[in-house]
């Protein structure tokens, strides 16, 4: 656990999944081997160049900032294990700023650093709620019924786990203030698995030369 939060200590940021604000994409232009994107966003305190943000998840730099547009570059990891090679101009992102290890946490500790990506496989209303259902690019031991996982930075509790299937019931608030409202069955999201989970997984690993699978998981009643 040292070792743990000494890398969110180290690290370029950390986030809690609670989305503060949303932006809309101006342009998103392959950059070397990475990509620049220009983000109109219309309000966003206390940010500056060189800042570290969570765009849609992602913990990207802020580079310029000139009339509401805020510019940043996406690493080419980033590009490959994101979503951001199919975002494009008029698209709605989630905007987060970094938190202090001293902030109160109200989601769950969130990197910023992407692990793959899942489609949105159906979305339906349940009164106030909104259920939506998604498939993982590839099956990971990450993935626990009533864990922790950032979708698109959000921090949101799966369930009715299937292999690569998951399901999330979004509150109202979540629902309009993000850019879930604007998803539609197909479309990609980002998808960041909880830190400690891989930490765990980790030391685990290390130590014994064991694979947490979910055979691993199940013999041990945690799946």
Known sequence: MIAFFRAIR??????????????????IEKK?????????????????KGDSIAVNGA???????????????????????SAFDRV?????VNIEMP??????LH??????????TAIVTGI????????VTFELSAKTPYLVEKGFIAVDGISVTPYDVKERMFTISVIPYTYEHTNLKMKKSGEPVNIEFDIIAKYVESMLNR??????????LKERGFA
Do not use: W
């Open 99 to 104: 938190r202090r290890v001293s902030d109160m």
């Open 88 to 92: 494009n101009a008029g698209d709605v």
């Open 10 to 27: 180290d690290g370029d940021g950390m986030f809690t999944g609670l989305i503060e604000s949303t932006g809309i994409v101006q342009r």
């Open 59 to 81: 913990c990207l730099t802020l580079t310029s900032l000139v009339n509401g547009i805020y510019t940043f570059d996406v690493s080419y990891e980033t590009m490959q294990k």
């Open 124 to 131: 339906r209303s349940s009164g106030r709620y909104h259920i």
């Open 107 to 116: 989601g769950h500790i969130v990197n910023g650093h992407i692990d793959g």
């Open 207 to 216: 130590n014994t030369g064991n694979k947490i699978t979910e055979t691993f």
């Open 32 to 48: 070397d081997a990475g990509a620049l994107i220009a983000v109109k966003i219309e309000s966003l305190p206390g940010a500056g």
